[in-house]
C-alpha cells in the first residue's frame, strides 16, 4: 500500500517537469506556474525514484543538472521581472521562461526548500563521472551564493521575504515554524551565514501550550511540524528550548498529531466527516464555496488556506495528505487512518483537501480536484524517511547542515556522534 502511495506521489514529478530548465509546476491545475519550493521537493524525490527503481538513475541526474544550471545562470538582478537576487529567488516562476510570476515575493523560506533539495541531490549523487560532479559543483556554489545575513535589515530577526516595489516585508517569523530549515540552511554558510543570535531571536517567540492534556509547542497547521522534518532528522537533538522543555521536535511533531487526533474527535464545530480516522488541518486547498447553515450559524468556506488546530481556521476542510504525511512521527495512527480511509470508494487519500460538509453532489462532499506538488513531494519524501531513513541520512552527511544544528545550538543522539567537519 505504502509503495503504491508512494510511486503515485513521485509520478508528480514526472508529469509536471519541464525538462528545459527543471522547473516543476506548483499544481496540476493547466498553466500553473512553477514553485520553487517544489522544484526542492521534485530534487529530492529524484533520489527516491532511482533508489526505488522507478527513474533510471541517469534521467534523474540530467532532471537534477538542468534545474541547477538554470538556477546558476538566472537573473539575480533583483528586478520585478527577474528570477531572484542574493542567491534567493521569487516564490513563483513562469514555467517557459523561469522569470518572477504573480508579483510573488522574493521568499526564504521557499528559497530553503529549494536549497534543501539541491543539498540533498549532491549528497547522493557521489559518482565520480562529469555529469554527477557537475551537479555536486553546482549545488555547492548555488549554497555558497545565498546571502543569508541580507535577510537580516533589522538586526537579529530574519524577515520573510522581499520585494522589489516595497523591501523586506514589515513581518519576521514569529511563533514556532518551518523555518527550522531555513535557519540551520543560514547559519551553516560558509559564506554570508545568519548571525549567532538569529536563532534564538526566533525562539524566544515560541508558544508552548497544554491542549486536551497534552504539553507541546503550539503550531496550528500540520505543514510547520513536517516540513523541516522532511529533510533535517531531529530525533534525540535538542536545542536550548527543547532542553528545557525535556522534549525533542520530533517527538513535538507527534504531540501535534495527538491534539489534532484529538480535535476532530470532540469536532467542536460539528463537521461532518470528522473523526479518530479523519483528521488533519493544514495548508491546502478549499471548496470556495458558499457559506452555509452548519448547527444554526452560518459556516464560510475558504478555497486554498492555512488551517490549524484548534484556534483555526476551521471551515471542515481536511488534508488527506498532510494525514500521510505525519507517518514517520505516529506510523501506527496514521497506517490505522489511511486504511480505513482507503476502504471508501473513490477515496482520495494524497489529495490536498477533502470537506465532507460541502456536498457536491447527493453521493459525496468536496474533494479536491487537483494534486499539489508540496504535498506530493511531502509523501513521496516522508513514507522514505519511515521505509529507509534514506532523505535523513543524507542530510545528516552534509558538513553545512551539521554545522547549522550546532550552531544553533542543538546537543546530543546523532550530532554528537557524528564526525566533527
Known amino acids: 500500500m505504502l509503495d503504491a502511495l508512494q510511486r503515485a506521489a513521485f509520478d508528480y514529478f514526472v508529469a509536471h517537469a519541464e525538462p528545459g530548465r527543471g522547473?516543476?509546476?506548483?499544481?496540476?491545475?493547466?498553466?500553473?506556474?512553477s514553485s520553487?519550493?517544489?522544484?526542492?521537493?521534485?530534487?529530492?524525490?529524484?533520489?527516491?525514484?532511482?533508489?526505488?527503481?522507478?527513474?533510471?538513475?541517469?534521467?534523474?541526474?540530467?532532471?537534477?543538472?538542468?534545474?541547477?544550471?538554470?538556477?546558476?545562470?538566472?537573473?539575480?538582478?533583483?528586478?520585478?521581472?527577474?528570477?531572484?537576487?542574493?542567491?534567493?529567488?521569487?516564490?513563483?516562476?513562469?514555467m517557459d521562461s523561469g522569470l518572477r510570476a504573480w508579483r510573488s515575493?522574493?521568499?526564504?523560506?521557499?528559497?530553503?526548500?529549494?536549497?534543501?533539495?539541491?543539498?540533498?541531490?549532491?549528497?547522493?549523487?557521489?559518482?565520480?563521472?562529469?555529469?554527477?560532479?557537475?551537479?555536486?559543483?553546482?549545488a555547492d556554489a548555488l549554497y555558497r551564493r545565498v546571502d543569508w545575513r541580507w535577510t537580516q535589515p533589522d538586526g537579529a530577526a530574519v524577515a520573510q521575504g522581499w520585494r522589489p516595489e516595497s523591501g523586506f516585508l514589515h513581518?519576521?517569523?514569529?511563533?514556532?515554524?518551518?523555518?527550522?530549515?531555513?535557519?540551520?540552511?543560514?547559519?551553516?554558510?560558509?559564506?554570508?551565514a545568519l548571525t549567532d543570535n538569529s536563532f534564538d531571536a526566533w525562539?524566544?517567540?515560541?508558544?508552548?501550550?497544554?491542549?486536551?492534556?497534552?504539553?507541546?509547542?503550539?503550531?496550528?497547521?500540520?505543514?510547520?511540524?513536517?516540513?523541516?522534518?522532511?529533510w533535517i532528522d531531529l530525533r534525540g537533538i535538542r536545542d536550548r528550548f527543547m532542553r528545557e522543555k525535556r522534549c525533542d521536535y520530533f517527538e513535538n511533531s507527534r504531540r501535534a498529531i495527538l491534539v489534532q487526533r484529538e480535535y476532530a474527535i470532540r469536532n467542536p464545530h460539528n463537521f461532518n466527516g470528522f473523526d479518530e480516522d479523519h483528521w488533519g488541518l493544514s495548508a491546502g486547498d478549499g471548496?470556495?464555496?458558499?457559506?452555509?447553515?452548519?448547527?444554526?450559524?452560518?459556516?464560510?468556506?475558504?478555497?486554498?488556506?492555512?488551517r490549524g488546530v484548534p484556534w483555526g481556521p476551521d471551515d471542515g476542510t481536511l488534508s488527506p495528505a498532510a494525514l500521510l504525511s505525519c507517518i514517520v512521527f505516529a506510523p501506527d495512527i496514521v497506517l490505522d487512518a489511511v486504511r480505513k480511509q482507503m476502504q471508501c470508494p473513490n477515496a482520495r487519500i494524497r489529495a490536498s483537501g477533502s470537506n465532507a460538509t460541502v456536498r457536491t453532489s447527493p453521493y459525496g462532499g468536496w474533494v479536491s480536484d487537483f494534486e499539489f506538488g508540496l504535498d506530493q513531494g511531502m509523501i513521496v519524501l516522508m513514507i522514505e524517511n519511515l521505509r529507509s531513513g534514506m532523505i535523513w541520512r543524507l542530510l545528516r552527511s552534509v558538513p553545512?547542515?551539521?554545522?547549522?544544528?550546532?550552531?544553533?545550538?542543538?546537543?546530543?543522539?546523532?550530532?554528537a556522534a557524528a564526525r566533527v567537519s
Open 36 to 94: 520553487i519550493a517544489v522544484v526542492g521537493f521534485a530534487l529530492s524525490a529524484y533520489t527516491v525514484g532511482v533508489e526505488r527503481g522507478w527513474m533510471p538513475r541517469g534521467q534523474a541526474v540530467q532532471r537534477s543538472l538542468a534545474a541547477l544550471r538554470f538556477f546558476m545562470h538566472s537573473d539575480q538582478s533583483g528586478t520585478p521581472d527577474s528570477t531572484g537576487c542574493h542567491g534567493l529567488y521569487f516564490h513563483f516562476l513562469h
Open 287 to 306: 471548496p470556495s464555496s458558499p457559506p452555509q447553515t452548519v448547527c444554526g450559524r452560518r459556516q464560510a468556506f475558504y478555497g486554498y488556506s492555512a
Open 203 to 230: 525562539t524566544i517567540t515560541y508558544q508552548w501550550e497544554n491542549l486536551y492534556g497534552i504539553d507541546y509547542l503550539y503550531a496550528g497547521p500540520l505543514f510547520i511540524h513536517q516540513f523541516s522534518q522532511t
Open 400 to 415: 553545512y547542515v551539521r554545522a547549522g544544528l550546532r550552531r544553533a545550538g542543538f546537543r546530543g543522539g546523532w550530532l
Open 23 to 33: 522547473l516543476v509546476a506548483d499544481t496540476s491545475r493547466p498553466d500553473s506556474h
Open 105 to 138: 515575493e522574493l521568499s526564504l523560506i521557499d528559497s530553503a526548500l529549494l536549497v534543501a533539495g539541491m543539498l540533498t541531490a549532491a549528497a547522493y549523487f557521489t559518482r565520480p563521472d562529469k555529469d554527477e560532479t557537475e551537479l555536486r559543483a553546482l
Open 171 to 192: 513581518y519576521g517569523w514569529q511563533g514556532y515554524s518551518e523555518a527550522i530549515l531555513l535557519y540551520v540552511l543560514g547559519l551553516g554558510s560558509p559564506t554570508h
